[in-house]
């Protein structure tokens, strides 16, 4: 379902965010996904081209915009998530017209009644109006959500919803002092700030202990409990760089 189709709070040009209700994410678990698109562009070309900004603001994991023709991506895009699959697969089927736009308070709310919800399965739920979140949570078990846009001009960065993604060991130590959760990817479990974080429990790490789903640890301020840190994963993990 299409929960929201207006301009980004980041730039301005046309987004669209798609929910789903069923996943099949081994991370995760079976949660309501979020997916924040670029409207018009294909997510790869968005990625490649740095027209992503709309979506995912000044995140450095996006990687290098490039125009080489031999390249379907950023330069060393280090985000975890992989555009190829279900980012790819939802926009597609967005162009075909598969989704229903629904709006208003009380459709939005249904959808996530009674489920665990995560606020931008690709994108940040920044740079959507926080009233489209409010609603989906407002009858929802819980959610995930993170942000890289606490100092983006216009994002409606609530951390009080979402993790601010911290790419820095200062930058979780500012986040901290202003009373935000974090979520930082380390090199190595040995990175980990002992006092302040922990460890994901979902990571190889801990051992895949258990599912987003029922950990419910990443909904930033609004749990009191300690920041979350987890070492690169994903597709872009061989980019990371600490
Ligand atoms: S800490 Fe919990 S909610 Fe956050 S990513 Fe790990 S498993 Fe998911």
Known sequence: MIIYNGPSLLDGKPIVVIATKKSGNAKTGDMVQTYILCRDIDPRDANKRGDDYSICGNCK???T????PTRKLAKNRSCYVNIGQGVLIVWKAFQRGAYDAITGHDNIAAIGAGRMVRLGTYGDPSAVPAWIWESLLSQADGWTGYSH???VAGADYRPDMVMRSADTEQEARDAWQNGERTFRVVANVSDIIAGREILCP???EAGQRVQCHDCKL???SSIAAKSIAIPAHGAGATHFTA
């Open 61 to 63: 994991h996006r990687g």
């Open 65 to 68: 915009a490039t125009d080489d």
């Open 149 to 151: 846009q606490a100092d």
């Open 202 to 204: 979902a990571s190889k």
């Open 218 to 220: 990443c909904a930033g």
